[in-house]
């Protein structure tokens, strides 16, 4: 059992994962087995998911981006079928807000992007911070809605657009394309239209694709449960939020927004996250 392990191989298990090994490469890196290492990731994924849950509260946040990450469990969506439960295979979609300014992860939440989940997420969201947010999206039309639900009058929105260049494909094909334009559209309030931007948390989708690695494209690395796709995302919201150091603050994320006033150690987030766990 995952808890049964000595404390320096579950720690040494963890910063691997942290890191972007999958499975199979922290079993050949730390010698312990896969399925134990699935158990101690549900287990810690848990706790870390309960962790950010509690912490994050009363925020004083100024100006969040949100976005919506795709990945998937079990199969792709074009090959789910009727005998599948559509409800924990194929397409999952990780809601996230980032703080543009001290990079926290405030709020997440996995499941189908649909207007249900939408609404759940933002109003999570809302029910987080203590003051008047601007807000940057991207032209989903659920959020309009969702944000008007979650935060009436009292907020600052925008959605951003963004058009791409069409590439030919070729040898290049599978790099980014190039961004041709953009439209900013003020939906409530005042939004300061130079800070309405889903850069910051674009960018925090290329660091879950680099630290998650079953949410790496074009590989076989894929969430094969739900259960275990969760708490693969918990474990890099609160390892991002308490541990890691951000390059621009100098600290991290949790410190820069007040949330806990020193850097702490993987050790200290296993801790947190075991006495989390059921």
Known sequence: MGNLLRTEKKLAVLAALVEGCSVRSTER???VHRDTICRLLARIGEGCSRLVGERMVD?????LELDELWSFV???QRTVTEADDG????????YIAIDAETKLIPSYLIGKREARNTNLFVADLASRLRNRVQISTDGLRQYVEAVEQA??????YAQIVKSYEAEPAGEGRYSPPSVSATAKTPI???PIAELVSTSYVERNNLNIRMGVR????LTNAFSKKLENHAAAVALYVAHHNFVRRHMTTRVTPAMAAGVEARMWSMGELLEASEARAA
């Open 87 to 94: 409800a924990i295979v194929g397409d999952q979609w990780v």
């Open 214 to 217: 079953r949410f790496t494209r």
């Open 74 to 76: 079990g199969k792709k």
């Open 29 to 31: 890196l730390t010698g």
């Open 188 to 190: 409530s309030g005042a």
């Open 151 to 156: 935060f009436g009058g009292a907020v600052d």
């Open 59 to 63: 925020l004083d946040c100024k100006r």
